[in-house]
């Protein structure tokens, strides 16, 4: 697909901004008479808020050209207003030109409704209030609701949402920060091993619930979904991924005695390796909405069924390997203390579903 915007893209983008220009400081009437009394002159144009191709102003190389022709990417501007922002990226940037849409349609809304219509507006910014304190990008997709609205406010929340902990797990593996240690005396460590994987069963058992949860949110064939259930859900995910960073690091700044350093090295991410699973979620629906929006088989009553399956596993032979270091460590053969260790489970295996009517 072209990152052009569509003709029905572009007349309702200049009909929701009354054929102004977006621009605050602007605001001048882009459509008028023409001396051909069967045409207008119109010297508005829909305007690309993150540039349509390589080298175009604020392109952004991770959108997808689905994303960039969508109405969500786009302010409907004079021509004179369109060449200046394009002439200098760095003092026109996507957050300022989406501020600018938002701010003029709200214009709008006041200037030219009557109390019904103001009424209503202000009961569309009370639904979305909870995104409020988000990037421009997703107030736009709550706001629009474009084809595939669901798995693209849910690609951009995930984006969002986790970049902090994931963030935060990547500083914990490079050793950037310290927090509070534990020492763990050598009568201990098969208590703390046991503790530990037991800790593991329990903070991996909300993985399918979540992911069934979100699928759920998105609607059934031909039924729109639950904007604030697609929040709730990708919040709980943020509140999941931080829960698992709090254990990773629990886990590295634990010391035990030397000789079952190898038994806390096997233990140290084992979980924190997981939540990179999640960064591929975003992408899988990317892909999806542009699925929807191409040629595809699916209809109402025979949607289009794609999947994907998210492994939670453990490394390979990681129990085998598990059990060697620990009997090289206890210096025992028989490791009956240790029998809680040797139980870890292979973690999950979730197949994520996204239907296309």
Request: proline fraction near 4%.
């Amino acid at each position: 697909m072209q990152p052009d915007f569509n003709k029905k893209t572009v007349d309702v983008l200049a009909k929701r901004a009354a054929y102004r220009c977006s621009n605050p400081d602007c605001r001048v009437s882009t459509v008028g008479p023409n001396s051909d009394p069967e045409k207008a002159t119109t010297i508005g144009e829909a305007a690309h808020i993150c540039g349509a191709r390589d080298k175009s102003a604020r392109y952004n190389v991770n959108m997808s050209d689905i994303a960039r022709a969508e109405i969500t990417n786009a302010i409907w501007l004079c021509r004179n207003c369109h060449k200046k922002i394009d002439r200098d990226e760095q003092l026109y940037a996507p957050d300022l030109l989406f501020a600018w849409r938002e701010q003029h349609e709200e214009f709008v809304a006041a200037e030219l409704g009557n109390a019904s219509d103001r009424i209503r507006t202000n009961l569309d910014s009370l639904d979305i209030e909870e995104f409020s304190s988000y990037p421009p990008v997703i107030r736009r997709i709550a706001i629009d609701k474009p084809e595939g609205w669901e798995w693209r406010l849910t690609a951009e929340l995930m984006r969002h949402l986790n970049k902090k902990p994931i963030r935060r797990l990547q500083d914990l593996r490079d050793n950037l920060y310290v927090s509070s240690v534990r020492v763990v005396e050598e009568s201990e460590v098969p208590d703390w091993a046991n503790d530990v994987i037991e800790e593991m069963l329990v903070l991996i058992s909300p993985v399918t619930n979540l992911l069934s949860r979100l699928t759920d949110s998105w609607g059934t064939s031909g039924v729109s979904g639950d904007i604030h259930e697609i929040h709730h859900i990708c919040c709980l995910i943020r509140d999941y991924l931080e829960q698992i960073i709090h254990h990773e690091e629990r886990l590295h700044h634990t010391r035990v005695p030397k000789r079952y350093k190898g038994v806390a090295q096997m233990l140290q991410d084992l979980l924190g390796s997981q939540i990179d699973k999640f960064d591929s979620i975003p992408d899988f629906l990317d892909e999806a909405v542009s699925l929807a929006m191409s040629e595809h088989e699916g209809t109402t009553e025979d949607p289009l069924v794609i999947q994907k399956t998210i492994e939670f596993t453990l490394p390979k032979n990681w129990n085998k390997k598990f059990e060697r270091e620990l009997r090289q460590a206890s210096g025992k053969r028989s490791l009956h203390q240790f029998d809680g260790c040797l139980t870890l489970l292979v973690l999950a295996a979730i197949v994520f579903v996204v239907v296309i009517a």
